[in-house]
């Protein structure tokens, strides 16, 4: 399968613990947006990173997020002291050429924050 | 910066009935917009992608959309309804200064009824 992959599919954190999200871009993909999915709205856009830079972050929280996507491995979005307001669905996507405005979707990672 | 809305939170149609989605933009026209559809518990999947080459923009499943300059409007429509099409349906359009930024409307469910 050369979707693109996101783990965990599902995550309970306590109020005040760390969140790790990853994601896989597809084969190929060297661009990766992290979103964010409240219930009842509409995707919010976190962040933009290629390989080793971050493109644009502008909507991410100042505090408490941070993204990032190394030479090697997935991308990985961190919550740090995670709040119930947390709580929601974080999609990535990817996109292989930059300029198209295409994504490609991951199944998302559904956190809980009790 | 670019925005779309979305008429409609909750649709409802007859199987077999037209299937009309409403979306609009802000008034500057973007490089590109689009209509994503989400299934329960999954990712966006692209239906169809507008970029200024033809108004009328055909996608997959049947559905297709028609650029309206005139009343910044990209509708979403469907000549007969499946139970299939039961999804969340977003439209969204990419920055003009970051094609790959791309901004979602609140998206509009869309229930089929037998």
């Known amino acids: 399968n050369a979707g693109v992959m996101q783990n965990p599919r599902h995550l309970v954190r306590r109020r005040g613990q760390e969140a790790r999200l990853r994601c896989s871009p597809m084969?190929?993909?060297?661009?990766v947006y992290w979103y964010r999915q409240l219930p009842e709205e509409g995707l919010k856009f976190m962040v933009y990173?290629?390989?080793?830079?971050?493109?644009?972050e502008s909507g991410m929280p100042k505090e408490r997020f941070s993204a990032e996507f190394p030479k090697e491995g997935p991308s990985i979005l961190r919550i740090q002291q995670v709040v119930r307001g947390d709580s929601a669905a974080y999609f990535c996507?990817?996109?292989?050429?930059?300029?198209?405005?295409?994504?490609?979707f991951g199944e998302g990672s559904r956190l809980t924050v009790l | 910066a670019q925005s779309v809305t979305q008429l409609g939170s909750h649709v409802s149609v007859s199987e077999g009935a037209l299937v009309l989605l409403r979306c609009n933009y802000s008034?500057?026209?973007?490089?590109?917009l689009f209509w994503y559809v989400q299934y329960p518990n999954q990712g966006l999947q692209l239906l169809l992608k507008?970029?200024?080459?033809?108004?009328l923009v055909k996608g997959i499943n049947g559905f297709e959309a028609e650029f309206k300059k005139s009343e910044t409007s990209f509708h979403l429509t469907k000549p007969s309804a499946h139970m299939s099409d039961a999804a969340e349906y977003f439209c969204?359009?990419?920055?003009?200064?970051?094609?790959?930024?791309?901004?979602f409307g609140p998206g509009t469910s869309l229930s089929v009824i037998p």
């Open positions: 996507a990817s996109s292989q050429t930059q300029g198209t405005g295409e994504l490609f």
């Open positions: 084969k190929g993909h060297s661009h």
């Open positions: 990173l290629q390989k080793e830079n971050i493109i644009d």
């Open positions: 008034s500057s026209v973007p490089p590109y």
């Open positions: 507008y970029t200024s080459a033809a108004t």
């Open positions: 969204a359009v990419s920055e003009e200064t970051s094609y790959d930024k791309v901004i």
